[in-house]
């Protein structure tokens, strides 16, 4: 008998807790859930586009993939799942001379990630590394999933342009 009204309180319990966490408004329609079916996730590109509406003199300068990657970290477990690079057009020629294509100095760089916490480790683990050698200091910004790199040329006040616009992806 007590295992009888245990199940029966246990069973009323688990559709009370199930009802909540489901309600509707009477169509059908879910409530207080938002719909995240339509929504792409925000990868490098996207974020590209959004920052430069903000920021007139970034450049798209190239994307990342896995053939030329010079990190070869893109993909790998907790590591960026997209990445693009962009130009600064107030960034000085002479600062440029020695650098690669794609390289961070000549503007930046947009990393994407699966999880806020692996783009928040990111900038952590770059900045660790930047800190004691100024030839290599950049400016971090980490948003959700997304960090935006950008080079240490630009003056605090430009690169403030870059910290607004990358807090205002969507």
């Given at each position: 008998m007590q295992r009888i009204l245990a199940t029966s309180v246990l069973a009323v319990l688990l559709v009370t807790v199930l009802t909540a966490c489901s309600s509707n408004d009477g169509d059908g329609n879910s409530v207080g859930k938002s719909d995240t079916s339509n929504v792409k996730p925000l990868d490098a590109t996207r974020?590209?586009?959004?920052?430069?509406?903000?920021?007139?003199?970034?450049?798209?300068?190239?994307?990342?993939?896995?053939?030329?990657?010079?990190?070869?970290?893109?993909?790998?477990?907790?590591?960026?799942?997209?990445?693009?690079?962009?130009s600064d057009s107030r960034i000085s020629a002479d600062d440029l001379t020695g650098t690669d294509k794609g390289d961070v100095s000549r503007g930046g760089a947009i990393e994407s990630f699966a999880t806020a916490a692996d783009a928040e480790a990111r900038a952590k683990y770059i900045q660790s590394v930047t800190k004691s050698m100024s030839a290599l200091a950049e400016y971090d910004y980490a948003h959700g999933t997304v960090v935006v790199r950008v080079s240490h040329y630009l003056t605090p006040k430009q690169a403030a342009a870059y910290k607004t616009a990358t807090n205002g992806l969507s």
């Open positions: 974020a590209f586009t959004e920052l430069s509406n903000k920021v007139a003199s970034a450049k798209l300068s190239g994307t990342v993939t896995a053939e030329n990657d010079p990190n070869e970290l893109l993909g790998r477990p907790h590591q960026y799942t997209s990445k693009v690079t962009f």
